[in-house]
T-cell receptor, first 111, second 116 residues
Framework: GQNIDQPTEMTATEGAIVQINCTYQTSGFNGLFWYQQHAGEAPTFLSYNVLDGLEEKGRFSSFLSRSKGYSYLLLKELQMKDSASYLCAVRPYNAGNMLTFGGGTRLMVKP | NAGVTQTPKFRVLKTGQSMTLLCAQDMNHEYMYWYRQDPGMGLRLIHYSVGEGTTAKGEVPDGYNVSRLKKQNFLLGLESAAPSQTSVYFC???????????????FGDGTRLSIL
């Protein structure tokens, strides 16, 4: 089975940097996805990691360490609009494109 | 380009009533999924489909049925609604091009369902 852990809530200041961690235990690993979900809206895709290392996309970066079962999402130059939930999802091996989601981290950005 | 469209957006049912949630995608995706999202529990997979005419159970399938008669549509049915099925339901779709691919799931806006 899969077990995915993320902090429930985080608070950060506008303009700062925040790191949202995700740890996972899975019987096989075939990729990790990060999604952003604003309150009352659909999740939207942010990033994908399948190999160890850092993937950068503008203000957002995602890191993966497969040996440690660990990923983080790094948000730089925080803006008020970044207030949202961030969902970590793992794709197990030999499971097609099925994803197992963590409970999500609710990020509040304060002025 | 509409992406993934869910209908209805809101619905209130009485215990024991039945209903069907509709999902349509215009991206020619092979895979489609139904999730429910409850506070503190994240997204949980109810049923999924890997192609027209095929369906399979996810993590929490009990009390739900699905059908995929056309590639672009995936229907979720509640035969006899129960208060425990009060939730936000999301449909998603994706390509599948083999292992290791960056094939994100694309989500609809959700259906907020309350069972009284």
């Amino acid at each position: 089975g899969q077990n995915i852990d993320q902090p429930t809530e985080m608070t950060a200041t506008e303009g700062a940097i925040v790191q949202i961690n995700c740890t996972y235990q899975t019987s096989g690993f075939n990729g990790l996805f990060w999604y952003q979900q604003h309150a009352g809206e659909a999740p939207t895709f942010l990033s994908y990691n399948v190999l160890d290392g850092l993937e950068e996309k503008g203000r957002f970066s995602s890191f993966l360490s497969r040996s440690k079962g660990y990923s983080y999402l790094l948000l730089k130059e925080l803006q008020m609009k970044d207030s949202a939930s961030y969902l970590c999802a793992v794709r197990p091996y030999n499971a097609g494109n099925m994803l197992t989601f963590g409970g999500g981290t609710r990020l509040m950005v304060k002025p | 380009n509409a992406g993934v469209t869910q209908t209805p957006k809101f619905r209130v049912l009485k215990t024991g009533q039945s209903m069907t949630l509709l999902c349509a995608q215009d991206m020619n995706h092979e895979y489609m999924y139904w999730y429910r999202q409850d506070p503190g529990m994240g997204l949980r997979l109810i049923h999924y489909s890997v192609g027209e005419g095929t369906t399979a159970k996810g993590e929490v399938p009990d009390g739900y049925n699905v059908s995929r008669l056309k590639k672009q549509n995936f229907l979720l049915g509640l035969e006899s609604a129960a208060p425990s099925q009060t939730s936000v339901y999301f449909c998603a779709s994706s390509y599948y091009r083999g292992t290791n691919g960056n094939q994100p799931q694309h989500f609809g806006d959700g259906t907020r369902l309350s069972i009284l």
